[in-house]
């Protein structure tokens, strides 16, 4: 019912940048928090950044101070700015949205998920 679509990803090296972004489609009325989770090779998946409806945010402590999540509720988009980029981010970066239904509770959407190559 909600489709996410990340892009964004690609190659870069230590010490550079990259933008994640995030599109929302479908039924996009009511959701919720949006956000970004990473799973490299073997290791399990893990929250990078999260943000409210109402703006707050939650950062994994690996990432603070270098990573900037935003959103623009106007376009259904949510963004992940990438600064000071180290080998250990490499992984794949999948999108993540929640929606209230109208039964009540919560329900999670993911993206298709996007590469991220830190270089050393």
């Known amino acids: 019912q909600v489709q996410l679509v990340e892009s964004g990803g690609g190659l870069v090296q230590a010490g550079g940048s990259l933008r994640l972004s995030c599109a929302a489609s479908g039924s996009i009325f009511s959701i919720n928090d949006m956000g970004w989770y990473r799973q490299a090779p073997g290791k399990q998946r893990e929250l990078v950044a999260l943000?409210?409806?109402?703006?707050?945010?939650n950062y994994a402590d690996s990432v603070k101070g270098r990573f900037t999540i935003s959103r623009d509720n106007a376009k259904n988009t949510v963004y992940l700015q990438m600064n000071s980029l180290k080998p250990e981010d490499t992984a794949v970066y999948y999108c993540?949205?929640?929606?209230?239904?109208?039964?009540?509770?919560?329900?999670?959407?993911w993206g298709q998920g996007t590469q991220v190559t830190v270089s050393s």
């Open positions: 993540y949205a929640d929606k209230a239904t109208s039964e009540g509770f919560l329900r999670d959407y």
């Open positions: 943000i409210t409806s109402g703006g707050r945010t």
